[in-house]
């Protein structure tokens, strides 16, 4: 696992799901451009907005087939939503329900405690967590940031 310490967006969708796939004989995940750290999986920050790289969960002789790719922060008027390509089309798996704006988040980094999970997000992970189920924390980092296992920026 690495320590990361360029600008990106770490996020370990849910501790519970890590925990849960890591258990499975059959588990297979796939990695584009993306690293696995001690508290989830960093994108790098893409120039002109927005993170890269993508991840592919599967396991159960692929009936567990679980996307996540190219993320970014949105703003919309109800707040700050986690979007991503999740192999069917871009999607918005979750709303960062303490982050300030996408904006701020881009441009001085930061962390979302509060993350919900969307209606799609739910779609995303099978139905087993409900919508506005409780996610890990979304961290934005800036350059030099290495996350510790269970620490906050």
Same mark, same amino acid.
């Given at each position: 696992?690495?320590? $990361?310490?360029?600008? /990106?967006?770490?996020? @370990?969708?849910?501790? @519970?799901?890590?925990?849960?796939?890591?258990?499975? !004989?059959?588990? &297979?995940?796939?990695?584009?451009? $993306? !690293? &696995?750290?001690?508290?989830?999986?960093?994108?790098?920050? &893409?120039?002109?907005?927005?993170? #890269?790289?993508?991840? &592919?969960? %599967? =396991?159960?002789? /692929?009936?567990?087939?679980?996307?996540?790719?190219?993320? #970014?922060?949105?703003?919309?008027?109800?707040?700050?939503?986690?979007?991503?390509?999740?192999? !069917?089309?871009?999607?918005?798996?979750?709303?960062?329900?303490? =982050?300030?704006?996408?904006?701020?988040?881009? =441009?001085?980094? /930061?962390?979302? !405690?509060?993350?919900?999970? %969307?209606?799609?997000?739910?779609?995303?992970?099978?139905?087993?967590? =409900?919508?506005?189920?409780?996610?890990?924390? $979304?961290?934005?980092?800036?350059?030099? #940031?290495?996350?510790?296992?269970?620490?906050?920026?």
């Amino acid at each position: 696992m690495a320590q $990361v310490s360029s600008a /990106g967006l770490l996020w @370990g969708i849910r501790a @519970g799901f890590r925990d849960y796939f890591d258990a499975l !004989e059959d588990a &297979r995940l796939e990695f584009d451009a $993306v !690293e &696995r750290t001690p508290t989830g999986f960093y994108f790098p920050a &893409r120039p002109s907005g927005g993170f #890269s790289g993508g991840l &592919r969960f %599967t =396991a159960h002789g /692929g009936a567990l087939d679980v996307r996540f790719a190219d993320p #970014s922060l949105e703003q919309t008027t109800d707040g700050v939503l986690l979007t991503a390509d999740l192999g !069917e089309g871009r999607r918005a798996v979750a709303r960062l329900l303490d =982050a300030a704006s996408a904006s701020t988040l881009a =441009a001085h980094g /930061g962390v979302a !405690e509060d993350v919900a999970l %969307t209606m799609d997000g739910s779609t995303w992970l099978g139905g087993v967590y =409900a919508p506005w189920a409780r996610m890990d924390a $979304v961290h934005v980092l800036r350059s030099h #940031s290495t996350p510790s296992p269970g620490a906050v920026d």
